[in-house]
């Protein structure tokens, strides 16, 4: 007998088709990517939602050094400052930071994936480019990240 009125000491398992698997509607505070600040309209925060959302998701993560700030977890940021220095080839170069970028975006359950990446490496500076693929439709950020 149970204290609890409707438990009957039964284990019930909830069937997969009634999990919700659509994650809530993605919401961000609008970004100005020119001055690499919060877009403000007349003082306050403008919110923007859905893809525009994941796309500031994006440009947070990749501009957070992994492990670096408590208020992130640790799956939150990249890795990509550790390849400063390395002496890769610029093939190895491209290729860990392509590995890098999918393994940083990727653990959001807003991008299913990343594709078209480009990068190009000129001395000392790489340009990165790529699309990706979100629940919300294709996110192309462009070179010079």
């Given amino acids: 007998m149970s204290i609890f ?7 019930t398992l909830m069937p ?9 509607l993605a919401m961000e505070y609008a970004w100005d990517y020119t001055n690499n600040d ?9 919110i923007v939602v ?4 994941v796309k500031v998701w994006i ?3 990749l501009e957070t050094q992994k492990n670096t700030f408590k208020a ?22 491209k290729s860990e930071i392509e590995r890098y970028l999918k393994e ?7 991008i299913t994936g990343i594709s078209a990446i480009s990068i190009t490496v ?9 699309t990706a693929a979100t629940i919300y439709g294709a996110v192309v950020i462009g070179s010079g990240l």
């Fill in 16 to 24: 997969a088709s009634a999990i919700a698997t659509t994650p809530p």
């Fill in 122 to 130: 000129d001395g000392s500076k790489t340009d990165v480019g790529f």
């Fill in 59 to 61: 440009w947070k993560c």
């Fill in 5 to 11: 009125p409707l438990n009957t000491g039964q284990a």
């Fill in 72 to 93: 992130y977890d640790g799956n939150f940021g990249n890795d990509l400052e550790t390849l400063y220095g390395q002496g890769y080839s610029v093939a190895a170069l």
């Fill in 50 to 53: 859905g893809a525009e959302a």
């Fill in 104 to 110: 940083a975006l990727l653990v959001s359950v807003y």
């Fill in 38 to 46: 919060f877009l403000l309209v007349d003082g306050k925060n403008v």
